[in-house]
């Protein structure tokens, strides 16, 4: 089956640094990647929606120079929260549609960031 | 905008109690349905989803839905539920030919041995 893995699973920051989240498609080509962002006890909040080799479309009240986003293969997004604060402690998932386009998304593990 | 329901927050039940767990979404035009299941630990699996054809779909695990038009409604359901079920169940939908997903708030069910 399709398989989306995430790197890392966990990271621990300071305030003020950069973190780089990696989502890749293990087995399939993804056009279109997705990352969300989960907060306890509640739904998956989508952040943007990423095409390769195009710019991704920020979802309302998301900072696109906070959060960049990068998707420069078939098989590879990026998520790179720049100047973390400690509010940008969360659980971010990305999730990766195939070629066809109906809408099913497979999710990667999650990456858990605490910023200190 | 399409938005998605799901009325039970919280939900316990006895092994080898039935389960319907509500989902009702708001969007008038052509709806792909999805039902998502994440155990704890784990990450987001895909359980059942409805494109078109038959209403009553059903997924992994014993797992059915019904997609209801009329009542903007894609209940899930099992018939008899194992501790093994424990886990938090979301429902998605997305318009037909548009890949962006919403999903429910969720709702955690809690399988008593």
């Known amino acids: 089956g399709a398989v989306v893995s995430q790197h890392p699973s966990w990271v621990i920051c300071k305030s003020g640094t950069s973190v780089k989240i990696e989502c890749r498609s293990l087995?399939?080509?993804?056009?279109?990647m997705f990352w969300y962002r989960q907060f306890p006890k509640q739904s998956l909040m989508l952040m943007a929606t990423?095409?390769?080799?195009?710019?991704?479309?920020?979802e309302q009240g998301v900072e696109k120079d906070k959060f960049l986003i990068n998707h420069a293969s078939l098989t590879l997004s990026t998520l790179t929260v720049t100047s973390a604060h400690p509010e940008d402690s969360s659980f971010y998932i990305c999730s990766a549609a195939d070629r066809d386009g109906l809408g099913e998304q497979y999710f990667g593990p999650g990456t858990r960031l605490t910023v200190t | 905008a399409q938005s998605v329901s799901q009325h039970n927050h919280h939900v316990i039940l006895s092994e080898a109690a039935s389960l319907e767990l509500g989902c009702n979404y708001s969007?008038?035009?052509?709806?792909?349905l999805f039902w998502y299941v994440q155990y704890p630990g784990q990450h987001l699996q895909l359980l059942l989803k409805y494109f078109s054809g038959d209403p009553l779909v059903k997924g992994i695990k014993g797992f059915e839905a019904e997609f209801i038009k009329s009542k903007f409604s894609f209940n899930l359901r099992k018939p008899s539920v194992q501790w093994s079920d424990t886990a938090e169940y979301f429902c998605a939908v997305n318009s037909g030919g548009y890949q962006k997903v919403t999903f429910g708030t969720g709702t955690k069910l809690q399988v008593i041995p």
């Open positions: 990423s095409n390769e080799g195009s710019k991704a479309t920020y």
């Open positions: 087995d399939f080509q993804a056009t279109t």
């Open positions: 969007y008038g035009g052509t709806v792909n």
